[in-house]
């Protein structure tokens, strides 16, 4: 008993120092307590020179009291955090802690442009637990791209622009982000949320598919199953070979980073010049050249075609344009390119195929799209040639769960054959049908997407089909007002993104004759082939693709365009009733 006592003292000591003391814990297994015999006496146990006992009385005491003894010590052990486990709580210093990777995701979207958000909100509303984790290259969760060369620009309150956030034409402010931040889920707990969510990797890149395994690779190793995925990831800007050695001196425009970097950029500078003469191109050049008619930055605009956007819109109006876009303040250069570059005294010396000289701080090069399928070797997946991207059937399905919606989509359209387009409209149609199908909804992609342009607030379009500037085209055009800009058009449907105007169209009324004008003001220009109309263009008349697409549905043969482009109502007496 009295081994058992004092055994009973030691072990409340041991435990009363452990709780100081993690080492000491660590360690009990090697300093433990023992027993000792003091002397060599046959049938005695003498501890600390104390009670005798017979030696196997003592014995089973001693015994059992240890026994006691570690296994007291061994759960609180256990129930102690381990040191290792301490050490991976991270310090205040270290900052916050970055988003883990889960191991599996039912709808995995790779890309975090529209086409992505797109399907993401047709997945939800199709399948409301449905768990999604999307992964972008850039650092920001999603948004939209069109307000990046139109309205951000034109925002007198320039700290709210660097904010991402604009006024659209009617003066509404909106935000670049298409969600709020707190509307994605950490992706380490979405396998676990019940009632399904979004999560979202920033800043991560997949570097290949496994069809067999139904996962993916990132560039930081980790691996991700899924379910279903999309593949949505756009391409990059294209330069040009002549500039690959200035890349200090030139901007690629495609991204929310790219935008703010040219904006603070041009705020210390004299000069800019864009190069290329398509809708990017052209627009930013309005946009400089509304920047510089406030700030005094002097704007150049280079390209090879007779005028802007020359390669959609027929000569006599590519012609017109570009007056518009000269008024904006923009030195435009048409039938030219840069032959060489060189640099000196901080400035880029442009040496021109007209033979001209130009002096500029920096270059914007807008010259089209490097469509990204460097996933198609591990997926498997074919790339067209001609057209470029990732070739899909008609549901937008490339492989086994696998699907390809907006820029990157090379897809077959019943009326017009193979394509693949590169407008915002298309985006959002392409990914919220992709979003379907992923979810079991098997249709066909048959809508005809429109894009548009907009060449500051009083001047802008919006086409649907083939718009190509080698067919043969029938224009009919009116007078404009002030009612045909497309800051009206904003005015009157409150939405500055185009896409979004769609449900809301005009019924179709054929009314009285009209006679077309030499203005271009307003009007609807036809892309014709084989008699048959496959492209339709309306400047400065908005709200009414869903004319154009059912005349491009149709396929009809047609002889007097004037009376076609009634439909449209260019004309006053187009809006009197019968």
Not at 311 to 329: A, F, I, N, Q, S
Request: a negative charge.
């Amino acid at each position: 008993m009295y081994c058992f006592s004092r055994m009973h003292n030691r072990v409340g000591i041991l435990l009363k120092n452990v709780s100081k003391s993690k080492e000491y814990v660590q360690t009990f297994g090697v300093r433990g307590y023992r027993f000792t015999r003091k002397d060599q006496r046959p049938q005695q146990l003498h501890t600390h020179r104390s009670l005798d006992l017979p030696t196997h009385v003592g014995s089973a005491v001693c015994i059992g009291t240890g026994m006691m003894f570690f296994g007291i010590a061994g759960v609180y052990y256990a129930m102690e955090p381990k040191a290792a486990e301490v050490a991976e709580v991270p310090s205040e210093e270290s900052g916050p802690l970055l988003p883990t990777v889960p191991e599996s995701a039912q709808y995995l979207l790779i890309g975090g442009g529209t086409a992505s958000h797109s399907a993401m909100r047709a997945i939800r509303k199709r399948d409301p637990t449905a768990k999604i984790l999307i992964i972008t290259e850039e650092e920001l969760r999603p948004y939209m791209r069109p307000p990046l060369s139109k309205e951000l620009w034109y925002s007198d309150d320039r700290e709210l622009a660097r904010q991402l956030i604009f006024k659209q034409w009617n003066g509404k402010t909106r935000s670049l982000f298409f969600e709020k931040e707190g509307f994605y889920s950490d992706p380490s707990e979405l396998s676990s949320l019940e009632s399904g969510g979004v999560g979202l990797l920033t800043g991560k890149k997949v570097l290949s598919i496994s069809v067999k395994d139904n996962s993916v690779t990132l560039d930081d190793g980790s691996i991700v199953k899924f379910e279903k995925c999309l593949i949505a990831t756009g391409g990059k800007p294209k330069s040009l070979p002549v500039f690959e050695n200035h890349g200090n001196k030139t901007t690629l425009f495609r991204t929310a980073a790219d935008f703010e970097t040219l904006d603070s950029l041009t705020d210390g500078i004299e000069s800019v010049t864009v190069i290329g003469g398509g809708f990017l191109g052209s627009e930013l050049a309005c946009a400089l050249g509304h920047k510089g008619s406030k700030s005094g930055l002097k704007v150049t605009q280079i390209f090879p075609e007779a005028g802007n956007m020359g390669r959609v819109l027929p000569e006599y109006l590519t012609k017109w344009t570009t007056e518009k876009v000269r008024k904006e303040g923009v030195d435009v250069i048409t039938h030219s390119v840069v032959k060489s570059v060189s640099e000196d005294n901080d400035k880029v010396q442009l040496s021109l195929s007209n033979g001209e000289k130009i002096a500029t701080d920096h270059l914007v090069v807008a010259v089209g799209l490097d469509i990204d399928t460097k996933l198609a070797a591990s997926a498997g997946i074919e790339v067209d040639e001609t057209q470029g991207g990732y070739r899909v059937n008609a549901e937008l399905q490339a492989r086994n769960n696998i699907w390809v919606a907006g820029d990157a989509a090379c897809f077959y359209d019943i009326k017009l054959g193979r394509r693949r387009v590169e407008h915002h409209d298309h985006a959002v149609v392409s990914g919220r049908l992709a979003g379907e199908n992923m979810t079991g909804a098997g249709k066909p992609y048959w809508h005809q997407s429109m894009f548009w342009s907009d060449l500051g607030p009083d001047v802008g379009y919006e086409a649907i089909g083939i718009v190509d500037a080698k067919l043969p085209t029938v224009g009919v055009f009116a007078k404009a007002t002030a009612a045909d800009t497309p800051r009206a058009a904003a005015e009157a449907t409150g939405e500055g993104v185009r896409s979004e105007q769609e449900a809301a169209e005009p019924a179709i009324r054929v009314t009285s004759a009209n006679v077309d004008s030499e203005d271009f003001g307003k009007g609807v220009v036809f892309y014709v082939r084989q008699k048959k109309v496959v492209g339709i263009l309306l400047w400065n008349i908005f709200g009414r693709t869903g004319i154009a697409r059912k005349i491009i549905h149709d396929q009809q043969e047609h002889d007097d365009y004037r009376e076609l482009a009634k439909l449209f109502k260019i004309h006053k007496e187009d809006f009197e009733d019968e």
